[in-house]
Structures are given as structure tokens and as C-alpha cells.
């Protein structure tokens, strides 16, 4: 997919790859506006092509007191100022039907979570909207699998789409990424590295998600150099205290060092 085709991308001169970033969960708009103005100025920077990442909502909960967003509207309304503010586009996970619609008019990418990307009625929801789909590949499918969830939205009039690997269950409380399916998934589509989802360590006793956020640079690095259009990370001020996987987290600090390292790794892959 040609990204040139997504409103307000800039820097799509640039041999880099893409990036997707941005909190978990929309927490406010303060946060959002602070995280987002952040990330741009590294990537104009870089001249990475950006797209701001937050969900107006979050339904894949382990337990019933986690926090699941500030209101859909409210969420919604925030994503499309930090679009209007900085003059990037912006993307959000869907969960039902209903949500492609409504948050198609505030959002530029509209992403199916892993769990989901077989309910086709969702994903052919979003198609139908015609914006770009980002489908997330289950943590229980195989690479080649994926070409049937693309097909989906392709079937449906809709060639924007994306392939986001999030890992793989490895036993029950870890996730591993398999980089030979990087080459493989790129016949369907423009694959992404969900670099902080594929460190997860889920199901833990506690009923809050735990993570390996000191991989996050050896993750990345192994995306791009197994290939990967793009990467997907989710970044906070305060990871500790972020209200939705925080412990996966990227700290914001954190960021420029390393996206500087995987543009000069790009660079050097792009030499050869």
C-alpha cells in the first residue's frame, strides 16, 4: 500500500520505515496532546512518516475494575485535535461493528486487535468505511493465515490495508515473534512490528498484564532488520502510571535514542 494515500502523512520521500505510536489508551487530552507533539518533533526530525496511536476505548480488559477509557465521544474528539493540531493522522482499534462508523469520522486508520481479526462482519465494517484497515494478526494464527483477513477487506472494495504482527502465544504468560513470517506476510499486504504487544506477558495471576519493556530496543531492531514496513510501539511519560499497559511501555525518554539507532539501521539496510 502506498502510505502517500493516507491524509496528512508527511515525509513519504523518506526510505524509512513508518511508524505508529502513541499511549495505550487516550487518558485525556493534556496526555495526548503532550505525547503526540513530542513524537512529532522526532520524527519530523528523522523524517519518519507518523501516525499518532491511541484508543478512544479499551474492551479487552482482564478484569472488570481495569480502566476502559474517558468516554467514546470525549476519546474520539481528543484523536481528531491532536490530527487537526499537529497535522498527522491518526489511528484507533475497533471492537464492534458500530465503532467503524463512528470512529471513521474522526480517525484516519482504524486497527482490528488481534482477538477480532476473525469476526468478519468487523473487519468487512471496516472496509466499508474506506479508510485504511490495520489488521492485527491473532495470537493464534499462522503468517499465512493473514492473507484470508486481508482478502476480507480487499474483497470489500478496500485496498488500504495493513498486516500488524503481535506475537504469538508462547505457553500461557508469554509471546514470541517468529520474523519468517515477516517475509511471508509481505505478498498480502505492508507488514508492521507491534514492537511493546509482542514483549505482553499476559494471563498473569494478578489480573494485570505484565511485559518486558527492557526489549523493546532488541525487538525493534529485529523488525527492521527482518524487513518490516513499519513499526507500532506504544509510548508514555510515565509508564508506571499509565492507566493501560504500562508495563509494555515505551518511556517517552526514551524514544529519540532509539528510533535514531533503527533509522540509522534502515539506512544501512537500505545501502546494501
Known sequence: MDITKIPLIKHTDSDNFF??????????????????????????????????????????????DSFTGIGDEKALKILKKVSDSFGVPTV??????????????????LQIPAFLVRQTDLVVAAAETGKVVNLKKGQFMSPESMQHAVKKVTDSGNEQVWITDRGTMFGYQDMIVDFRGVPTMKQYAPVVLDVTHSLQQPNQSSGVTGGRPALIGTMARAGIAAGVDGLFMETHFDPANAKSDGANMLDLNLLEKLLTDLTAIRNTINSL
Open 19 to 64: 511508524l505508529l505510536a502513541g499511549p495505550c489508551a487516550i487518558e485525556g487530552e493534556d496526555m495526548a496532546m503532550r505525547i503526540a507533539e513530542k513524537i512529532i518533533t522526532i520524527t519530523d526530525k528523522l523524517k519518519i512518516p507518523y501516525v499518532f496511536k491511541g484508543s478512544f476505548k479499551k474492551a479487552n480488559r482482564s478484569r472488570i
Open 92 to 109: 484507533t482499534d475497533i471492537h464492534e461493528i458500530a465503532d467503524a462508523t463512528m470512529a471513521a469520522a474522526y480517525v484516519d486508520v
